[in-house]
């Protein structure tokens, strides 16, 4: 039986760790006709910004899933409120929680208590591992034992969730997918949301909720890896997905606040100036300043060396693994002008953004909102699990 760990928060008020693998890779719905977490919403919590998307699904027979967008909001936060995904000013984010929520008055309030959130990339680990024991022995003792060779930290300190992989599994080895937090970071994420009257119905790995977005809903990837981007203010996150799963996920040392800081030493202006420039030129050249590119593209060229020792590491310790044959770009750095055309061209694949849209299906896409899209990428990934599958995607 193919095991697929779901969190409870609700009823549990245990904060671990789920991540869903079989929603994203099918995408099926397994809604009630009466949903007991009628307008649960997602809340992207990042270090210089909050995103909460809400949807409503659409029963249509017969037709593939169909969402509305009910209410998109965001909020910015001040530099130190949180610093690499850790909560350093838990009554201040708080406040801007409740502000998103529409208690302060100034927003229409959104009335559900129930939210899906996702821990930071840099504070979780996310493994796909192959185990020399066949699915209908494999125990929890067998993952764990395994777990704590692989994990960057310790497994009584950690909590962890784990599926098997059926597409990767053969009759003598079975793969198993591996997700875990430390028990800290869960835990702050947990009382933040508490402390704002809301109740987690589920706290999930970023990268889970970054596929479930740009993977295509039903689409079957036949002979090709793909590999995700997240292109933050702050961090940079790359997934790779393939065989119908995730695979692995790692941070990369990228960001737009790195663009931004090193345009202001280099040109010996402002930040808030620097910021404008790399808007306006991205990776091309500006004409009032020369030394313009000499700032960014050493930092973009990294970017690119970092993704290809990335995908090297795939191919070498991934031996059944499909060669990676797109890069799919988001957030708020991923449409910065030329990045997609120097990674392609260094990478020697295709590189796009992604439409963060897609598996909506409830309208086309402008080219504004595609742009606006790529920002919201994990939160629109959280909404879809909170209006689909907010606890359960077993079958």
């Not at 009554?91 to 229409?108: A, P, Q, S, T």
């Not at 981007?229 to 941070?251: K, N, P, W």
């Amino acid at each position: 039986m193919l095991r697929c760990s779901t969190l409870y928060i609700c009823i549990q008020l245990i904060p671990l760790l789920a991540f869903s693998l079989h929603c994203i890779q099918t995408h099926k719905s397994y809604m009630l006709l009466t949903n007991p977490f009628a307008g649960a919403f997602g809340l992207d919590i990042g270090d210089l910004s909050l995103k909460l998307v809400q949807l409503s699904y659409l029963h249509l027979p017969f037709a593939s899933p169909r969402f509305r967008v009910t209410a998109i909001r965001t909020a910015t936060l001040p530099p130190g409120y949180i610093v690499n995904g850790e909560i350093q000013q838990p009554e201040m984010v708080r406040h801007k929680i409740l502000h998103l929520l529409g208690r302060d008055g100034v927003n229409k309030p959104i009335k559900s208590r129930w939210v899906v959130t996702a821990l930071p990339d840099p504070k979780t680990f996310l493994k796909l591992i192959t185990l020399e024991i066949p699915a209908e022995e494999l125990t929890e003792d067998d993952v764990l034992y395994q777990a704590k060779r692989h994990l960057p930290f310790d497994l009584s300190e950690a909590y962890l969730d784990w599926q098997i992989v059926p597409e990767d599994s053969t009759e003598s080895a079975t793969a198993v997918l591996i997700g875990a937090a430390p028990k800290v970071i869960a835990d702050s994420y947990t009382y933040l949301l508490e402390s704002a009257g809301l109740e987690a119905l589920t706290l999930e790995v970023e990268a889970v909720a970054i596929a479930r977005t740009l993977i295509t809903r039903g689409k079957t990837y036949e002979g090709e890896a793909r590999a995700l981007l997240d292109l933050g203010a702050t961090r940079t996150g790359l997934v790779i997905y393939d065989r119908g799963s995730l695979q692995f996920a790692t941070t990369l040392n990228f960001s737009g606040e790195l663009l931004t800081t090193a345009l202001a030493q280099e040109l010996k202006i402002g930040y808030e100036q620097a910021e404008k420039l790399k808007i306006e030129h991205g990776l091309y050249a500006s004409g009032p300043h020369p030394r313009y590119l000499k700032a960014v593209t050493p930092l973009a060229e990294a970017l690119a060396a970092d993704l290809q020792r990335a995908f090297t590491f795939y191919r070498e310790h991934f031996p059944a693994g499909n060669p990676i044959m797109h890069l799919t770009m988001c957030g708020g750095v991923s449409h910065l002008k030329n990045l997609s055309s120097l990674l392609s061209a260094k990478l020697k694949i295709s590189a796009a953004p992604g439409n963060a849209w897609k598996n909506l299906n409830h309208q086309p896409v402008t080219a504004e909102e595609h742009q606006r899209g790529a920002a919201l990428v994990t939160a629109l990934g959280l909404a879809l699990r909170a209006a689909e599958t907010p606890v359960s995607s077993a079958e």
